[in-house]
């Protein structure tokens, strides 16, 4: 027996030995080769070798997401900045509204930082791989196309058209009492609408189902390990991407030989003609590398942020019947004060829905379908008396910000009414960014989300099969059964 407990003691201490040396590696390499420093690094450790604290992290995030940030603060203090090693690089987490907003807004000190998968499947010319400066100049090309009043005003029949249309079809199946899965119906709503918006009548040679099913994958490696092996996430998505250009190049060259066989005829410009179109102060256009680029992203970015807008904004709706009773009452006052020569919505009414702005505004903060923005430090920087070191990701962890109750009272709770009278000091509400590179797309985004719940709330109902299903945070929140539900049409 002396001879076993010797034995079990010596493996004890070999396991406590190894456990504690593994657990400093990355100190002591991340850390020890940066040398002294003006200011202390923030606190916070960087986890194991390679893996860092993505173990914790995937944990966290499989089922309460809030709880990485709540433990960095209980363990460290409420010092809005932590160390931390995520998606394969040493990091440092803000998630204060100051210090959000400090990093947010600093661009000559910060870059963009997104993960190495995330760049290589946005591609080199879109919005996520170009130098601050490059970004600034295409934004101002390409900001009027997507985002100006005349812009969004000829979106509005666009979308109104689609979402008619895809409720009546919705409710045909939930009056058969057969339940659809609601978040990928949304899905191909979104799509349709974006892709008509984006490529306009040349859709219609396009298998949008395909195309959907390849955003999917591409959508699923954007913050995965970038592995590129057969079986992971990374490897399918670049499979995706590589179809997806194939694929845009093509309408290109379609548009170009229809736009010479057919000069003298006038046509509606959709985005993709609005981007072949857009010169630079020098009379030069935009290659097609940059459109393709572009392109990939706006619909990506453009059918996903959507769709799971709606589809929260539903089930709080159906979990908040007062809150659903005011926001139908606001629709109905719309439409008794429309002109009886008016057909349909403009964008003159979609900006008096200001109760259904609060409604979309809680959904943002309650879901934040992006849980970071990411960036990179250029240089090493100071806040709050600590070093961000030169090379190290900075995570703006957009989640503790909206998830925090000393900026948001009762932060579970979904309550349009907190939007009443209330300011929110710049870093505190971040569902599409700050500063330079604020969502160029979020206009549009809300746009689409008003004209569908408009529809929805004048004429429909949901119910869910499992209102208590478990949902699943990653790559965006979404219930793990995709919503099964009907929709009912009402009289």
Known sequence: MGLIDSLLLILAASYAFVFGFLRRVNEWYYVGRLGNTKYPLPPGDLGWPLLGNMITFLRAFKSDPDSFIYSLVSRHGRTGIYRSYLFGSPSIIVCTPETCRKVLTDDEHFKLGYPASTMALAGKRSFHGISNAKHKHLRRLTTAPITGHEALSSYVPVIEETAVKWLDEFSSIGSSKQPIQLLKEIRRFAFAVITNIFV??????????????????????????????????????????????????????????????NRKKKKKNDMMDLLMQVKDEEENQLEDEDIIDLLLIFLLAGHESSAHGILWTLIYLAECPHVFSIAKKEQEEIVKRRPSTQKGLNLKEIKQMDYLSKVIDE??????????????????VNINGYTIPKGWKVLVWNRGVHMDPENYPDPQEYDPSRWENYKAKAGS?????????????????????????????????????????????????????????????VT
């Open 200 to 261: 306009g009548s040349d859709v219609d040679c396009v298998d949008l189902g395909l195309v959907e099913n390849l955003y999917t994958d591409l959508n699923r490696g954007m913050k995965s390990q970038a592995i590129n092996l057969p079986g992971f996430a990374f490897h399918k998505a670049l499979k995706a991407r590589k179809k997806l250009t194939k694929l845009l190049h093509g309408l290109l060259e379609r548009k170009r030989e229809m736009k010479e066989s």
């Open 363 to 380: 959904m943002l903060r309650r879901t934040s379908i992006s849980f970071a923005n990411f960036r990179e430090a250029k240089v090493d």
């Open 429 to 489: 509400f971040l569902p599409f960014g700050l500063g330079s590179r604020f969502c160029p797309g979020s206009e549009l985004a809300k746009l689409e989300i008003s004209i569908f719940l408009h529809h929805f709330l004048l004429n429909y109902r949901m119910e869910r099969l499992d209102p208590e299903c478990c949902v699943s945070y990653l790559p965006v929140p979404r219930p793990s059964d995709n919503c099964l539900a009907r929709i009912i049409k």
